[in-house]
């Protein structure tokens, strides 16, 4: 029912900021709640941030927060993750992820996923 493409990957260097996009179909995209996951070479995937489908909330793992931020325009069916201060342990491929209704932690609560673009950090 929700088809998601994540975009706006790409290489930048320690300290420098990206922004990435995740576009989503269908018309009741409000009533979702989004998440960012990432997963590096050789590692399992990991939660990065959610916002909720309500009150748009949003969660981050530890090693994120001050530095990225998560943000939804449902006119547009659209999910953004600014992320800024990046460092090499950010690079990863990047997945967006939508579940109906309450926002989680978990991976397994979630039912689309999108095909993931790649992060990559420089130092």
């Known amino acids: 029912q929700v088809h998601l493409v994540e975009s706006g990957g790409g290489l930048v260097q320690a300290g420098g900021s990206l922004k990435l996009s995740c576009a989503a179909s269908g018309r009741t995209f409000s009533n979702y709640s989004m998440a960012w996951f990432r997963q590096a070479p050789g590692k399992e995937r990991e939660f990065v941030g959610a916002?909720?489908?309500?009150?748009?909330?949003?969660y981050y793992t530890n090693s994120v927060k001050g530095r990225f931020t998560i943000s939804r325009d449902n006119a547009r069916n659209m999910m953004y993750l600014q992320m800024n201060s990046l460092k090499p342990e950010d690079t990863a491929v990047y997945y967006c992820a939508a579940v109906l209704g309450l926002a989680s932690m978990k991976e397994s609560n979630y039912d689309y996923w999108g095909q993931g673009t790649q992060v990559t950090v420089s130092s």
């Open positions: 916002i909720s489908y309500r009150a748009g909330n949003t």
